[in-house]
């Protein structure tokens, strides 16, 4: 029994839709770092309201006591991360950078309101989502020269 053929060419541009480069003036780059950042420390607020696991090993809800500094903290955190994405992402294609954003300032609020550390792990956590986001780049900006260098020697030749 023969398989039925697709009538339908299959496109390998949308494969990484994602990945462009976000041009355009700074308030929009500036809308989107605050969007995705309050989006962020809202969802990891959600997350710090229950446990998540079993009591032995899961993380805990939201610890007691104030939580207003630590969802200021990864705010200041998630924006100062969303300016170097949007930074690099004007340059080069970067891919998903709402996600690489959304997902490192979820998970540092989440993990503060769970434990409520003190401000030099805070920093350590930033630290950690800061290096995570120079890796990204870093891949997104080899990626970039790689493409380059291989465009100019298919010109040269």
Not at 33 to 60: D, H, N
Not at 101 to 124: D, K, Q
Request: aromatic letters at 8%; proline letters at 8%.
């Amino acid at each position: 029994m023969d398989l039925p053929e697709t009538t339908y060419p299959v496109d390998t541009q949308d494969e990484h839709e994602d990945e462009r480069l976000r041009s355009g003036p700074l308030w929009r780059h500036a809308l989107w770092a605050a969007i995705v950042t309050a989006a962020g420390v809202t969802l990891g607020w959600l997350g710090a309201l229950f446990r998540i696991g079993p009591e032995e090993y899961g993380l805990p809800p939201a610890a007691p006591g104030a939580l207003w500094p630590y969802l200021l903290a990864w705010a200041v955190i998630g924006l100062a991360l969303g300016a170097i994405l949007r930074f690099v992402a004007a340059k080069v294609p970067v891919y998903s950078p709402s996600e690489v954003l959304l997902g490192t300032v979820m998970i540092g609020t989440r993990l503060s309101l769970g434990w409520r550390p003190e401000p030099l792990e805070v920093a350590g956590l930033a630290a950690a989502a800061l290096f995570l986001v120079a890796v990204w780049c870093a891949v997104a900006l080899r990626g970039a020269a790689v493409v380059r260098r291989s465009q100019e020697a298919s010109g040269v030749a």
